[in-house]
């Protein structure tokens, strides 16, 4: 496609339960990111990948937070065990490299109740 | 102190004010530097990036100041279509990160 894919759209989900995001970047970005952002507030960052590095995992609110990239693409947030804070919209994003535009996906709405 | 801080607002303006918006970075290894546009429950998306040397796309200008470590936005004669919230972003190398500011909300009225 054209632009970052995300999915699902929207997710409601049970309290301790656990959830998959994905995220399809623009073919050939090398850099993907991962954003948090609740409602009225700003993006709160999460997780980046660039390339073969290591990732940089310093935004993970805790350790029931995980993120991988496979094959240089297609990413996946998982949140285990899921609690009522986790509600928020979580944001993908991918560029070129790690100063260029990044060009945001629509996001996922994450309910926990 | 936040990595980057932004002007809170909001910034409630009549149609054809100029309206300027300031953001502080606290990393003087910060490389590059934009403006993001956010409509409500949409995605940020680019408005412009910040060049050293000051940079204009129409009815904004971006302007950077590294040796006070911000830059501005100044939207001229706006439009009822500027409403929304604008993002500060500052990239650093070196132990990477994309930092977005918390937002400027702006509403501009007939």
């Known amino acids: 496609g054209a632009g970052v894919s995300q999915s699902p759209s929207n997710k409601v989900t049970e309290k301790g339960k656990d959830v998959e995001l994905r995220c399809d970047p623009i073919?050939?970005?090398?850099?993907l990111y991962w954003y948090r952002q609740s409602l009225g507030q700003g993006l709160e960052f999460l997780i980046y990948?660039?390339?073969?590095?290591?990732?940089?995992k310093s935004g993970l609110p805790s350790d029931r937070f995980s993120a991988e990239r496979t094959g240089g693409s297609v990413s996946t947030l998982t949140i285990q065990r899921t609690q009522q804070e986790d509600s928020a919209v979580y944001l993908c994003?991918?560029?070129?490299?790690?100063?260029?535009?990044?060009?945001f996906g629509q996001g996922t709405r994450l309910t926990v109740v | 102190r936040k990595e980057v801080e932004q002007d809170p607002g909001p910034f409630n303006v009549p149609e054809g004010a100029t309206v300027a918006f300031n953001c502080t970075y606290s990393?003087?290894?910060?490389?590059?530097f934009f403006w993001y546009r956010q409509d409500c429950r949409k995605e940020p998306k680019l408005l412009m990036s910040?060049?050293?040397s000051g940079n204009e796309d129409g009815r904004f200008t971006a302007q950077l100041n590294r040796a006070s470590q911000y830059i501005s936005l100044l939207i001229r004669d706006s439009k009822l279509s500027d409403s929304a919230t604008y993002l500060c972003?500052?990239?650093?190398?070196?132990?990477?990160?994309?930092?977005f500011g918390a937002g400027t909300r702006l509403f501009v009225k007939a």
């Open positions: 994003a991918s560029s070129w490299t790690a100063n260029t535009e990044a060009f």
């Open positions: 073919s050939g970005h090398t850099a």
């Open positions: 990948f660039q390339g073969n590095s290591a990732p940089d």
């Open positions: 990393n003087s290894a910060s490389q590059s």
């Open positions: 910040v060049y050293s």
């Open positions: 972003v500052v990239n650093r190398i070196g132990g990477f990160k994309t930092i």
